[in-house]
């Protein structure tokens, strides 16, 4: 049986492609410059370290949006 390398965002399997950046991936989403909060793995994960921090099969990547109400 083959296991097919995947990562979770927010709830949902994607496959793993190798050198896929958390900031490469919140581009390919639309999401780069919105106000978005990431957890990784359950740890936040601070915008400094987006670019540097790569993707690995069995991530758990959740993209909480900020929304902004009054």
Same mark, same amino acid.
Not at 30 to 38: A, E, M
Not at 41 to 67: F, S
């Given at each position: 049986?083959?296991?097919?390398?995947?990562?979770?965002? *927010? %709830? =949902?399997?994607?496959?793993?492609?190798?050198?896929?950046?958390? @900031?490469?991936?919140?581009?390919?989403?639309?999401?780069?410059?919105?106000?978005?909060?990431?957890?990784? *793995? %359950? =740890?936040?994960?601070?915008?400094?370290?987006?670019?540097?921090? @790569?993707?690995?099969?069995g991530?758990?990547?959740?993209?909480?949006?900020?929304?902004?109400?009054?």
């Amino acid at each position: 049986m083959t296991q097919t390398l995947a990562f979770w965002l *927010n %709830g =949902e399997t994607h496959p793993y492609r190798p050198e896929l950046s958390v @900031a490469a991936l919140l581009q390919e989403l639309g999401w780069q410059s919105k106000p978005v909060v990431i957890e990784y *793995n %359950g =740890e936040i994960l601070h915008r400094p370290y987006w670019a540097n921090t @790569a993707v690995q099969p069995g991530d758990k990547i959740e993209v909480v949006t900020i929304v902004g109400g009054g």
